[in-house]
């Protein structure tokens, strides 16, 4: 793995994430300056298409909506607040400000929403937010401009730090999928918090989301989660990293769901801050407090194994986890 491109910012401060969307020609970027900005990265080229101000706080975290609903960006602030912005004739502007994690007047760590995911397109236009507050939210785009609500109180004691949704395609369907039958989507995702536990929530038939497992490894916060693509194989499988330094691969070979296994890819010697699965789900991207990204693959034996430290030999040139990933694709 080599470092294509290089992205002058010019952000003012720390930045807190990096997003390609689906056609990886476009960089979102947020910071610490409060402001999230995209670029137009086609043939290693950058040009700022816009600089979105909105938040006032840190942005931790942005994520791309799926292009057959237009071009749709959220972002989610130590501000409390969760801005969805769309891109309208060449115009970004701010479509939604979701505040439910407002919780009392003065702004403090309590209620910053650390966390955004969208749910697979199947499923409409879904977005999860976990936040400090310990609630998860999920805001349901119900057309002519408005969203719907539901959050999930307590989902983690002290905080939710992720949430990662698992893909529609149902494990097994490449397998013993009855042609021509729709598959029964059932919407599941999982999330990290300040308990040590990563957590999976399933959607009741009656649209209520109810916690299904509890997998516990983990010694200290868990950071990040990630739900590895689906390839219709039978098994499931989950990243999650942590403040403890550990990397797991969780997975899970039944239909039903409820048998977890842990395995520890790598214990890193500082804080493993996220985790990211190739579009295959065949390599998986770690960053973490030392300031490198590596890039791990299971052998034939089961055992996971560094391919690339993409800090190696390169001096102080680190890159970000979905630059990573997209030069794997």
Same mark, same amino acid.
């Given at each position: 793995v080599?470092?294509?491109?290089?992205?002058?910012?010019s952000?003012e401060?720390?930045?807190?994430?990096?997003?390609?969307?689906?056609?990886?020609? /476009?960089?979102?970027?947020?910071s610490s300056?409060r402001?999230?900005?995209?670029?137009?990265?086609?043939?290693?080229?950058?040009?700022?298409?816009a600089?979105?101000?909105?938040?006032?706080?840190?942005?931790w975290?942005?994520?791309?909506?799926?292009?057959?609903y237009?071009n749709?960006l959220?972002?989610? $602030?130590?501000?409390?607040k969760?801005i969805?912005?769309?891109e309208?004739?060449?115009?970004?502007?701010?479509?939604?400000e979701?505040?439910?994690?407002?919780?009392?007047?003065?702004l403090s760590? @309590?209620?910053?929403?650390?966390?955004?995911?969208?749910?697979?397109?199947?499923?409409?236009?879904?977005?999860?937010?976990?936040? $400090?507050?310990?609630?998860?939210?999920?805001?349901t785009?119900?057309?002519?401009?408005q969203?719907e609500?539901?959050?999930i109180?307590?989902?983690?004691?002290?905080?939710?730090?992720?949430?990662?949704? @698992?893909? @529609?395609v149902?494990?097994? !369907?490449?397998?013993?999928?009855?042609?021509?039958q729709?598959?029964?989507?059932i919407?599941?995702?999982a999330s990290?918090?300040?308990?040590?536990?990563?957590?999976?929530?399933?959607?009741e038939?009656?649209?209520?989301w109810?916690?299904e497992?509890?997998?516990?490894?983990h010694?200290d916060?868990?950071?990040?989660?990630?739900?590895?693509?689906?390839?219709?194989?039978?098994?499931?499988?989950i @990243? !999650?990293?942590?403040?403890?330094g /550990?990397?797991?691969?969780?997975?899970?070979?039944?239909? $039903?769901?409820?048998?977890w296994?842990?395995?520890?890819l790598?214990?890193?010697?500082?804080?493993?801050?996220?985790v990211?699965?190739?579009?295959t789900?065949?390599?998986?991207?770690?960053?973490?407090?030392?300031?490198k990204?590596?890039?791990?693959?299971?052998?034939?034996?089961?055992?996971?194994?560094?391919?690339s430290?993409?800090?190696?030999?390169?001096?102080?040139? $680190?890159t !970000?986890?979905?630059?990573?990933?997209?030069?794997?694709?």
């Amino acid at each position: 793995v080599s470092v294509i491109n290089t992205v002058d910012t010019s952000h003012e401060d720390m930045i807190h994430d990096a997003q390609m969307d689906y056609y990886g020609t /476009r960089l979102a970027t947020c910071s610490s300056d409060r402001s999230v900005k995209i670029f137009d990265v086609r043939n290693g080229g950058q040009i700022l298409i816009a600089d979105l101000r909105g938040h006032e706080g840190p942005v931790w975290q942005v994520a791309w909506a799926h292009p057959m609903y237009g071009n749709i960006l959220a972002s989610c $602030s130590y501000d409390r607040k969760v801005i969805i912005w769309k891109e309208e004739n060449g115009t970004w502007e701010k479509t939604h400000e979701h505040t439910g994690h407002d919780s009392s007047g003065t702004l403090s760590v @309590a209620g910053q929403v650390n966390s955004v995911c969208w749910a697979p397109h199947d499923y409409g236009l879904i977005l999860a937010c976990g936040s $400090s507050d310990g609630a998860i939210s999920l805001l349901t785009y119900t057309g002519e401009g408005q969203w719907e609500v539901k959050k999930i109180n307590n989902a983690h004691t002290i905080g939710c730090n992720a949430v990662s949704w @698992a893909p @529609a395609v149902v494990p097994g !369907s490449l397998i013993d999928q009855p042609s021509g039958q729709k598959p029964n989507y059932i919407k599941k995702f999982a999330s990290g918090g300040c308990d040590n536990l990563v957590k999976l929530w399933k959607e009741e038939e009656d649209g209520q989301w109810k916690e299904e497992q509890k997998l516990e490894a983990h010694s200290d916060w868990v950071r990040d989660v990630a739900w590895a693509p689906s390839i219709g194989l039978p098994t499931s499988t989950i @990243a !999650s990293c942590s403040q403890d330094g /550990r990397v797991f691969i969780w997975t899970c070979d039944d239909a $039903s769901g409820n048998t977890w296994s842990p395995k520890l890819l790598h214990k890193f010697n500082d804080v493993v801050w996220h985790v990211s699965w190739s579009i295959t789900a065949n390599i998986l991207a770690v960053s973490g407090g030392d300031n490198k990204v590596t890039l791990w693959k299971e052998s034939v034996d089961g055992q996971w194994v560094c391919i690339s430290d993409v800090n190696k030999g390169q001096g102080s040139v $680190s890159t !970000s986890v979905t630059e990573c990933q997209q030069n794997e694709q």
